[in-house]
Each structure stands twice: as structure tokens, then as C-alpha cells.
């Protein structure tokens, strides 16, 4: 690599992230190389990882109108430390119904920032798209800028409204650092992997990789 940027934004082999189910639109993948916790309600999340008093789905996309769909939804955050891929891709398939780009802050989003009583999710500059799907609903995908992040990027295509988005395919880059990012699902609409849940709810990040599984679709809210 010529640069630390150059390794940064590194491309991965596709034979070295296979694709989970890759004809089975009803599982969701992991997103990108980081840690995971999942959780199915955002009640859940703020009790027991995102401690921050101010954290909604509204307050994270700011605007409440849309947050409706994903109103105590299930959600998955993913932490990236510096030395990960730093390429995200998409959890499912599905349309891009709307983007949006939210300014702000870049506080440090570690798993003990995120833990304290700082609102740094709904404070720290990210980008939003939201994702129409059969099978999970609407899927909303955030990434969220972090100290040393100078850039949170989505291609094109991720912010483009109509454009068909494949389960895996890459929606964008952060440059340079640690970074977080933030899927949820309407609630009911997904079943987590038992082995990511079990180790959530003890609050435990587990190591994954981008194209891991991560839950699989329920047919109708329960």
C-alpha cells in the first residue's frame, strides 16, 4: 500500500467474505469487519448498551416523521477500530427509498463513549439511507463519523432514491479511524443470530466479519 489510506480503504478479495445465503433474500448479513451487538427493540439497546439519555431513532436521523417505521425497532450496532476493512456493504436487498446527510460533531464513538451519558450517536456527523425490502420492511442503515473519521462516504448509487441495492453490495467508505455504524429493522420484522443475541445481552461485542449472517426475516410483526 503506498498510503495508510491506501491500507485504510483496502478492497477485500470476494472470496475472502463469501456472502452468507446468497440466494436467500431472508437473511440479513453482517454489514461490515467490526464488533457486533444486536438487540430487538430500541428499548432494549438503550438499557443496555447505548446509555446516552437522548437516543431514539428520531433523535439519530432527526426527523420523527420518518423515524415511525422503525418506532422500538430491533437494531444492530457495529463498531470499526482503525485497523479494520472500512467498506460497508448492504445488510439485505432492497430499494433506496430516501438519503439524507446529517452535519455535527466528531466525538470518539468506542464502546465506552458510546456507554456514557453523552448523546454522541445522535451528536456525531452520518449519513442515512433507508432501504424498502420485502421481506425485513424498511431497513435503515446509518454510519456514523467518529473523531479521527475526516469522512463518512456513500457511493452513489446508495443515495440515489429507486436504485436497487443487492444484499452485500458495497454502499460506502469511511476514511481513516474507528467508526460505528447503526441498522434497524422495523420491530418483529427480524430474528437475530442466537449466538450474536446470547452475548449482546450480556453486553459483549462479538468479532464478525463482513457477509456473516446476522438474522433472518419474519414473515409478519409480531
Not at 139 to 154: I, P
Amino acid at each position: 500500500y503506498g498510503t495508510f489510506q491506501d491500507f485504510f480503504i483496502r478492497h477485500h478479495k470476494p472470496e475472502a467474505r463469501p456472502l452468507c445465503a446468497p440466494n436467500d433474500k431472508k437473511k440479513a448479513v453482517v454489514v461490515a469487519d467490526c464488533r457486533i451487538v444486536v438487540y430487538p427493540t430500541v428499548e432494549k439497546t438503550r438499557k443496555l448498551w447505548v446509555k446516552g439519555n437522548q437516543f431514539t431513532i428520531a433523535n439519530l436521523i432527526r426527523d420523527f416523521d420518518r423515524s415511525k417505521p422503525w418506532d422500538n425497532g430491533a437494531v444492530a450496532c457495529f463498531r470499526l477500530s482503525p485497523q479494520d476493512y472500512h467498506r460497508y456493504h448492504s445488510p439485505v436487498d432492497g430499494k433506496v427509498k430516501w438519503f439524507k446527510q446529517i452535519p455535527g460533531d466528531y466525538f470518539e464513538v468506542d464502546p465506552i463513549a458510546i456507554r456514557s451519558s453523552v448523546n454522541i450517536l445522535t451528536e456525531n456527523a452520518r449519513c442515512v439511507a433507508c432501504l424498502e425490502t420485502k421481506e425485513f420492511g424498511e431497513v435503515l442503515f446509518v454510519a456514523v463519523g467518529a473523531s479521527d473519521v475526516g469522512t463518512v462516504e456513500f457511493h452513489d448509487e446508495t443515495m440515489t432514491a429507486g436504485e436497487h441495492i443487492k444484499k452485500g453490495q458495497e454502499l460506502g467508505l469511511f476514511k481513516f479511524g474507528g467508526s460505528t455504524i447503526m441498522v434497524a429493522f422495523e420491530q418483529g420484522r427480524i430474528k437475530f443470530d442466537e449466538v450474536l443475541e446470547r452475548w449482546s445481552h450480556n453486553q459483549i461485542m462479538v468479532d464478525v466479519k463482513v457477509n456473516n449472517n446476522m438474522g433472518t426475516a419474519v414473515s409478519e410483526k409480531q
